[in-house]
């Protein structure tokens, strides 16, 4: 059975960095895209980032576009979600997530994509 685990989430001020981390199990991690959603209250789970199989390709939301930096490490079963410049607008639960197939382009960005999911890691953002 594949386990997603986030980590690294917490309360950082307005310009701050923080770097999030998500171990995955389970399955042959580098077989598989590997993304970032995030949700805030009241809103729908939404898009951050995600990273192809191999790390040669990465994908980015608009809204954190030259801020985050998505990256793995398929020896660790690790990728990793690189937050700079934080905003409070940045205040969510960031999930970790992999996709459901061996996919080759393009990079998987809906959340109805991914198969599986961690529990989130709570990030807040003080202005």
């Keep these: 059975q594949v386990q997603v685990v986030e980590s690294g989430g917490g309360l950082v001020?307005?310009?701050?960095?923080l770097r999030l981390s998500c171990a995955a199990s389970g399955r042959t991690f580098s077989s598989y895209g590997m993304g970032w959603f995030r949700q805030a209250p009241g809103?729908?789970?939404?898009f951050v980032a995600a990273v192809s199989w191999s790390g040669g390709s990465t994908y980015y939301a608009d809204s954190v576009k030259g801020r985050f930096t998505i990256s793995r490490d398929n020896a660790k079963n690790t990728v990793y979600l690189q937050?700079?410049?934080l905003e409070p607008e940045d205040t969510a639960v960031?999930?970790?997530?992999?996709?459901s197939v061996r996919r080759r382009w393009p990079i998987a960005t809906r959340v109805n994509e991914y198969a599986y999911?961690?529990?989130g890691t709570q990030v807040t953002v003080s202005s």
């Design 94 to 99: 960031y999930y970790c997530a992999a996709d």
């Design 117 to 119: 999911w961690g529990r």
């Design 43 to 46: 809103k729908e789970r939404e």
């Design 83 to 85: 937050m700079n410049t």
């Design 13 to 17: 001020q307005a310009g701050g960095s």
